[in-house]
């Protein structure tokens, strides 16, 4: 069964260090799409981006994070100075349709700022 | 604007015990889309369901059924016999057919469910 796969899946680092989380979406997917979740929180959206660019962003998207698909596979989400409150959960996923089917999530990347 | 409330934050029961996790949904569209998630203790996101706004039909899947009723901008879940392996956070989610190009899917804040053997 095709999946969302996410790399890595936990990745610790100093505060104010650059961060890269990478995924590979679904192939036949359109729609992609990053969340996070602070421990024990819930699932906040991120960002969306079809068509080469980003459809909806949320105020938790500010000028520190940036999204782009470099080769037509991968799909990744970076962090240009983390903060210790960027210390979560990041899933990342794909849908084939804008409004049909169901959003496939990949396992998450854990991001541990210290 | 869209916003998904599960009231519900923790729920306890006893193994075999049906259990009824409440959602209720905000949005000013008239076609949307309903989901329900379950995050077990390893973490993943593992889709339940999904209703569009003009399918009221209740479903039953297993042990699992939903009821959508728009009248009350409800999506509630039950879970009939309960195991323990039913034990997670589970999550009711909402997404509007209009906006964005990319219709982002919300999350309620997750109701976390624990089965007692």
């Known amino acids: 069964e095709p999946e969302v796969t996410q790399t890595p899946s936990h990745q610790v680092t100093q505060m104010g260090q650059e961060v890269i989380l990478r995924c590979v979406p679904i192939s036949n997917h359109l729609y992609f799409y990053w969340y996070r979740q602070i421990l024990g929180q819930k699932v906040e959206f991120l960002v969306s981006f079809y068509n080469n660019e980003i459809s909806e962003k949320s105020e938790i998207f500010d000028d520190q994070f940036s999204v782009e698909r470099p080769d037509g596979s991968n799909f990744t989400l970076k962090i240009r100075s983390t903060k210790l409150e960027d210390s979560a959960m990041y899933f990342c996923?794909?849908?084939?349709?804008?409004?049909?089917?169901?959003?496939?999530f990949g396992e998450g990347s854990r991001l541990t700022v210290l | 604007a869209q916003k998904v409330t599960q009231a519900q934050t923790e729920i306890s029961v006893v193994e075999k015990e049906d259990v009824t996790l409440d959602c209720v949904y905000e949005?000013?569209?008239?076609?949307?889309?309903l989901f329900w998630y379950k995050q077990p203790p390893s973490g993943e996101l593992v889709f339940l369901i999904r209703r569009n706004s003009f399918d009221e039909q209740n479903e039953i899947s297993g042990r699992y059924s939903w009821n959508f009723q728009k009248s009350t901008s409800s999506f509630n879940f039950t879970i009939t016999a309960s195991q323990v392996v039913d034990s997670a956070v589970y999550f009711c989610?909402?997404?509007?057919?209009?906006?964005?190009?990319?219709?982002?899917?919300?999350f309620g804040s997750g109701t976390r469910l624990s089965i007692r053997p």
């Open positions: 989610a909402l997404s509007e057919a209009g906006g964005s190009s990319a219709s982002k899917i919300i």
């Open positions: 996923a794909s849908r084939v349709g804008r409004t049909t089917g169901e959003l496939f």
């Open positions: 949005t000013r569209d008239t076609t949307y889309y």
